[in-house]
């Protein structure tokens, strides 16, 4: 297989992956799909297994059972991988005495690229000016982007990240985002696991939500955020005792935030609006919030609150 | 296996342990010059005196054997326990993900490094042996006759010591570890072993893996082609069998840490 528009955008599918280490289960029955064209995050607490399952889709890691799959094929089925696949997985993979652009070298031999490609790839993470100091020397940050160009030396259709945010700074975080979202904008697939979830909330179309190696959630993030707890109406009114009233003559969940606010669970605007109107009562302000990520995150990972949200084949 | 090689070939060169082998090539492979140089003439006799009979001869044209004997399988060495003291190894099998090709690359790379360390130690022979040994009145052609007795033997010796090395590297997977039994193992305990063995059993162990070494290098190789201790001839093997053996020190711990390490998850 080669690289090229028809190859770009591969799925990348689990399939009833586990992976038990002696009498510890770190990933259990896991099967989802991220599809390509967009970024999905892989969001889980310390130690739910979203690095074992990466491995898992490398050949880094044997699975126990199912199978993880890249269009298709598993991984070291590739003849050349590198030109399918991108991963940024440790930033701690480097020989300190290697120079970055030695260890870009290497890379582009080993998948049959041009050494040229080296320089390219540099250039693209900003690493350009450091190419000849050696990887030893590097911060954290300039390491991640070292991987990131080790990952991107093949020009691949499938990205898959693993915790890449560590040790960068707040601009390498923006330009991370915004690279992730070209790629993917690209058709090409993103795969990226965090636990930053606030940072993640910018940057993904999709979720997928594991604890203790287990599907919690899969979708896109409105669904996700919408699915848990669904949406908030919140109005502010000099006349909140009367909104109360209504609101319970009209069977809508409602709670009190205060002397002139009021939060109303699991309603739109186009049954609240008219609701109000008919009763001719004065609003200040009348909002819709969904739940953030970071709430829907913790109250699945605590095994709270799963509600409607099923975990998806 | 080509684009795993080349990617191979660009690691040893980036890595300070293998230019290290390579530095001390050249001194270690003279000082063996000096000592055979220095022991030619016979006791008491003449400080330096030029090589005269057939075996002094071989043993100031291959002098580098002394070196790669240990700096071959110390190269073997690093070249795979370098990939786990670094982690480099989860960047190695992303690249190349089917395992046996890397360690096939990582063969073919130890073979073609310990053969360069093998060709230094002929430039210092070339270079410091031979002219020191025409300047006390030695024929040099009387040495370079033996080109096609020695070069052979050493350069095969040099690929399978460095295949030793790589097989315990492998194995072993610590690096100092490794390092200690590979060169503590053959240059001390082996010679405890085949001490004790002569001394009880009257049996020779010319099957470890310096004996072998030495029976495929030939007259070369140190401590074991003259005679040996205890006034008994220490019987090498041929040096067919000598390589035989060699390949399966090498080969027989390379399969028994491909499977029990290499193949291993990398978590």
New interface residues.
Partial sequence: MTAGAATRGLPVEFSGLSKNFGTVVAVDNLSFTVQPGRVTGFLGPNGSGKT?TL?ML?????PSAGTATIGGRR??D?E???KIVG?V??A????????AR?HL???A????HDDKRADEVLELVGLTADARRKVGGFSMGMRQRLELA?ALIGDPDVLILDEPSNGLDPQGIAWLRDFMRFFAGEGRTVLVSSHLLSEMAQTIDDAVIVSFGQLKAQGTLEEITSGVTGLVMRARSPEADRLCAVLTEAHVAFRRLGHDEVAMDAVRPEQIGPLLAANQIVLYELTQEGADLESVFLSLTAGLGFGQLAPRP | MINAFRAELIKMRSMPGVWVTFALAFPLAVLICVAVLAGAGGFPGHTFYFVQTLRQRRMLLGAGYFAIEILAPIMGVLCVTGEYRHKTITTTLVLTPVRTRVLGAKVAVVALWSILIALLTLVAVATVGLPWNAALGGVTSTVTDQVGAVVPGLLASAVLLGLFGLGFGTLVKNQVAAILIVIGGTLILESILIALARAIFHYDLNWLPNAAGAALAGDIARGFGGGGGGGRTFHLLTWWQGGLVMLLWGLVPLTIGYFTTFRRDVT
């Fill in positions: 074992t491995r490398l050949d880094l890691v044997h991984y070291h590739f050349n991988p590198s991963a997985l440790e701690t993979s480097f020989h300190p005495a290697r120079r030695t070298r290497m890379a031999r080993a998948g049959g080790t």
